[in-house]
């Protein structure tokens, strides 16, 4: 069992491995436009597997499985809602964003506002990177390969803690290489081919799950089992107790998704890379297609392992390591394992490629050495990439011990993800608003949405209005702050965006009609699993 798993696991790791360094071995990587922005050549396939990829790690595989073990069918909104999302990255945000020729967000705060801007924004990002998300991806990682693959019985290392510190460290650096020495495109490359194998092993474990439900009687049989037996845990509408209660779908489960979709550097760095808008927009839309199936694999396998597993005391967050180890057959376990290092691989290496580009160009280049040659600037991206991935490796394992690796990834991102959002729609939607109203909105903002969540009384107001809607309102109070200091003391001109040249604005024909259907389609869903 062990070594055919094995054996299936270095296959498949390996089989991706070698296909990028074919695809990729000729590509610029001594260019900042060739290692940061892929030389600007990426069309709608690899847009939308890299950006699936880059969304699509165990923290979503593992956390929203194990959040739906918990609630059921409701937490499927960070999927669905996400589609809302893409839809307006790709008919509002993605035009401007490809006008102004920029291969950072911060870079269009300068544009918009002033230097210190973008400064700010670069150094809440590096810090929310650092500190929240590549650590969280790397403890998901970890927790996810030693249910799946039985790591405990593959290494003989009985101490739990000694294990997770070994496998976050040894996928750390994996995927640190990967990152370093290729760049975004062999990032996009990687990403779209471990996209195929995740897809496939996704679906697959669904099968073998509901042919556990059913006792081997059929799939159907299965699903029909399901909802006799916990129909509430397949109502899309979530109660007031649970993680994600309706109504926060119109205010902050809106806003994370719209900002995660749209505004977060580890995500829109691919579409920056697109070869012009018409084929960002198709690789955009395409994903929110994808998406429109997250809840197939992100949320039934949490609701099957639920009914097979509720009375085994299995914790939430095991849950899925735990059905895939049990219901895949063993030359399938390490085919799947493979699939999953690939998508910890996908999401750390974008994570931190996206790091070393906000540093390079934003901070190394526009603060520290201004006139740095192009090979500097890429050398000085890999040696910082280095610096945070081992600084992340060390955070990782000290995770250990959350009770809702999801829900805790959320609400921290919320510090960040809010007022950042705040700055670039009131910056993109007005003409005369200054920059001291977006630095206020961005440092103000990150401190109250950190005191409702850890400084008495303020935490008050989260729980009594449930977190999500308080950070709509401190969205909603940034938004009013922003415009009244425009009122008072706005800009001496109105700013114009002006078009940099580098990319074909040509938008696709069909970009409006598959953003409606889309957006339809999420309706039709939520409607159709109404309890």
């Known amino acids: 069992m062990h070594a055919l798993t094995l054996a299936s696991f270095l296959f498949f790791t390996g089989l991706v491995a070698f296909i990028t360094w074919r695809i990729t071995r000729r590509d610029d990587h001594s260019s900042t436009s060739g290692y940061f922005l892929a030389g600007r050549t990426l069309t709608f396939p690899l847009i939308a597997g890299s950006l699936l990829m880059t969304n699509l790690s165990t923290e979503q595989m593992v956390g929203l499985n194990g959040a739906a073990f918990a609630d059921g069918l409701s937490v499927m909104a960070w999927e669905v809602v996400a589609v809302i999302a893409l839809v307006a990255l790709a008919l509002f945000f993605l035009p401007r964003f490809l006008k102004s020729g920029i291969a950072t967000l911060p870079q269009l705060l300068e544009i918009r506002f002033d230097k210190t801007t973008q400064l700010i924004t670069n150094i809440i990002f590096l810090i929310a990177y650092a500190v929240i998300l590549l650590p969280i991806i790397l ?196 085919f799947f394992a493979a699939v999953m290092v690939g998508a910890i691989l996908s999401s750390f290496n974008s994570a931190l490629n996206s790091t070393t580009t906000i540093f390079s160009l934003g901070i190394y ?47 921290m991102n919320a510090i960040y993800f809010i007022p950042i959002l705040a700055v670039v729609l009131v910056g993109l939607l007005t003409k005369r608003v200054p920059p001291m109203a977006a630095k206020i909105a961005l440092v103000g903002g990150c401190l109250l949405i950190a005191a409702g969540y850890f400084v008495p009384p303020f935490t008050l107001l989260p729980q009594i209005m449930h977190e999500f809607h308080f950070v709509a309102l401190v969205f909603v109070l940034l938004v009013v702050v922003m415009l009244i200091i425009g009122k008072l003391r706005p800009r001496e001109t109105d700013w114009i965006q002006q078009h940099s040249g580098d990319v074909d604005l040509t938008p696709w024909k069909g970009a409006v009609p598959a953003g409606i259907v889309l957006v339809v389609l999420v309706i039709v869903m939520y409607i159709s699993f109404a309890g």
């Open 365 to 411: 280049k526009g603060v520290l050495n201004k006139e740095a040659t192009e090979a500097q600037v890429v050398k000085s991206g890999k040696v910082f990439g280095w610096i945070m991935a081992i600084i992340t490796m060390i955070i990782a394992p000290l995770l250990a011990g959350q009770e809702s690796l999801f829900g805790y990834l959320q609400k």
């Open 139 to 334: 403890y998901s990682g970890a927790i996810g390969l030693q249910g799946m693959l039985d790591l405990p019985g593959l290494t003989g290392i009985e101490s739990s803690t000694a294990l997770l510190w070994l496998t976050v460290w040894i996928v750390g650096i994996i995927g640190s290489v990967y990152a370093l020495f290729g760049g975004l495109r062999t990032v996009a490359v990687s990403d779209t081919l471990n996209g195929i194998g995740l897809l496939i092993g996704g679906f697959v474990i669904v099968y073998f799950g509901l042919q556990a439900v059913s006792g081997g009687t059929g799939i159907m049989e299965g699903w029909n089992i399901l909802k006799e037996s916990d129909p509430d845990k397949l109502n899309s509408i979530g109660g007031s107790e649970q993680q994600v209660p309706f109504f926060t779908l119109f205010t902050g489960v809106f806003l994370i998704n719209l900002f995660y979709w749209s505004t977060n550097q580890q995500i829109i760095q691919r579409t920056f890379a697109a070869k012009n808008l018409a084929e960002g927009q198709k690789g955009v839309l395409l994903t929110g297609l994808f998406k429109l199936l997250g809840p197939l694999y992100l949320v039934l396998p949490g609701i099957i392992a639920y009914h097979l597993y509720a009375d085994q005391g299995v914790r939430a967050d095991e849950a899925y390591g735990h059905l895939v180890f049990n219901v895949l057959p063993p030359y399938l376990t390490g």
